[in-house]
């Protein structure tokens, strides 16, 4: 006889291991299976995000922004250094260290609140079963709720199939041992931008080729276009847009990768060739097909408004559904689901669910994107601040981007938020919660921000969607 749960939550990633401790708190017996396992084979919660998503790449992103800073930045400090000797392997031994730390903490959390954790893959069989396979060893729990949080995987090309050596996916490019002297990068959405922008720090000279004529459609393109100018012009990333691959052949020591661009046939080498085209969820015979779990047709789990599958007492939180792929957005359902299993009352708004591309300026926004105020018809207007103007960012030597709201021309509500420039990551939060509370441009206005800081360049956009703006020519 199977072992009894209240509820068993297949996967440990963001979704999967924020939803066990919140089931755990609300006094529920509470088992969480995952079979992530670290280069040498132990088990290490925390999935994709952990392991070699979000927290790696950022450690990296920072290491490398510290030897950009000491290249090009320190100088206007009045701090000079003669050469800068970047030690790679030591960057990566710092991400994998920070990578431990965490993952361990995930497992001390575990045991913390007497979660059970069992390593493998597991499968959805009916009436409320899993199935876990460790290693061709097969075990089987039940529960009385299910939570399926089982993340996603990189998307594969055919026409550049990952090797794990000259070609490789997000995880690959984690842990090169040198920068390449020439990398390639397809796909300039977000993994494709952070990667591309670690390694062009490190002395990489970096192409990256994006199927898509629009640089970053998502965000606003008034900002998306500033960005670009900064990545192309002031740090040499070399983004071609409209660029489709054909065909990718590896060599010895390079892999040659061709493209059209414009109706014209290319081709280049690099040493190193980065796949970051997407994600899909991880769903490949995630259910027992006797259980009818319904799928749709880009392989998500399908759900209602409250994370409901079709299936009786099963939850589906995270990657695997419809929604942004985020870190966050999957730890706010697991939360949900955790509480709506305990009989509370949750809250979900998938419309306040902030994005952030930890580039150099980064890239942050909430909401709509004026583009899309246009294409809905709506009355709105919008008032801008840039960061040059704003005594904080000058003292810290950044000089560009800006601060956009977005509100409506009626009511003032605020639609959207849109920022680039320094602490763009940190800034947007004052929106989301501005937002989820219905404000207005002019309680954001209304609100002192402390001086010096960049949250001005909130106040300051906040005055100027009224033409009030006191730092700037409106």
């Keep these: 006889m199977s072992e009894k749960f209240d509820v068993v939550v297949v996967g440990a990633g963001p979704a999967?291991?924020?939803?066990?401790?919140?089931?755990?708190?609300?006094?529920?017996k509470t088992a969480c299976v995952d079979d992530w396992q670290n280069a040498d084979g132990k088990p290490s919660l925390g999935g994709t995000c952990l392991n070699v998503g979000c927290i790696p790449s950022?450690?990296?992103?920072?290491?490398?922004?510290?030897?950009?800073?000491?290249?090009?930045?320190?100088?206007a400090h009045g701090i000079k250094i003669d050469k800068v000797k970047v030690d790679v392997p030591t960057m990566v031994a710092r991400k994998d260290s920070i990578v431990a730390n965490l993952t361990q903490g995930?497992?001390?959390?575990?045991?913390a609140?007497?979660?059970t954790s069992l390593h493998g893959r597991g499968k959805l069989l009916a009436d409320r079963k899993v199935e876990i396979n460790n290693a061709g060893d097969s075990s089987v729990v039940s529960a009385d709720h299910i939570i399926l949080a089982v993340g996603s995987e990189p998307m594969a090309i055919p026409v550049a199939e990952v090797d794990g050596d000259r070609i490789v996916d997000n995880a690959g490019a984690l842990d090169f041992d040198s920068a390449p002297k020439k990398l390639g990068v397809i796909g300039a959405g977000v993994i494709g931008l952070e990667l591309g922008s670690v390694w062009r720090r490190l002395g990489a000279e970096v192409t990256i080729l994006e199927a898509m004529d629009t640089f970053l459609a998502p965000v606003d393109q008034q900002l998306a276009r500033e960005a670009q100018r900064t990545f192309t012009k002031a740090q040499g990333l070399d983004i071609k847009l409209g660029a489709m691959v054909t065909a990718s052949k590896v060599n010895k020591k390079s892999v040659r990768v061709n493209y059209t661009l414009k109706g014209e046939e290319y081709s280049d080498t690099f040493d190193r060739l980065i796949v970051a085209v997407g994600r899909r969820p991880n769903t490949d015979d995630i259910a027992d097909p006797g259980v009818g779990l319904a799928l749709d047709d880009r392989g998500r789990i399908e759900v209602d408004h409250e994370c409901r599958t079709n299936v009786e007492g099963v939850f589906a939180i995270g990657d695997a559904v419809k929604g942004p792929m985020l870190a966050h957005k999957a730890s706010e359902e697991g939360v949900a689901v955790a509480e709506m299993i305990a009989g509370q009352q949750a809250h979900i708004n998938h419309d306040l669910v902030p994005w952030v591309i930890y580039t150099h300026p980064e890239i942050a926004w909430v909401g709509i994107t004026e583009e899309q105020a246009k294409a809905d018809g709506l009355n709105y207007k919008t008032g801008f601040f840039p960061f040059a103007a704003n005594g904080r960012s000058l003292a810290m030597n950044e000089k560009g981007g800006r601060v956009k709201m977005i509100a409506d021309a009626d009511t003032d509500r605020i639609l959207g938020v849109h920022i680039l420039g320094p602490?763009?990551?940190e800034l947007i939060a004052e929106a989301v919660l501005a937002m989820e509370y219905s404000a207005s441009t002019e309680d954001i206005a209304r609100t002192i921000h402390a001086h010096p800081t960049l949250s001005e360049a909130m106040h300051e956009a906040a005055l100027s969607v009224d033409g009030r703006a006191l730092h700037k020519v409106n």
């Design 16 to 28: 999967g291991y924020v939803a066990a401790i919140r089931c755990a708190q609300l006094g529920l």
């Design 58 to 75: 950022k450690a990296l992103l920072d290491s490398s922004e510290k030897v950009a800073q000491a290249q090009h930045g320190f100088e």
């Design 106 to 111: 995930i497992a001390g959390l575990f045991k």
């Design 113 to 115: 609140n007497k979660i």
């Design 423 to 425: 602490n763009a990551s």
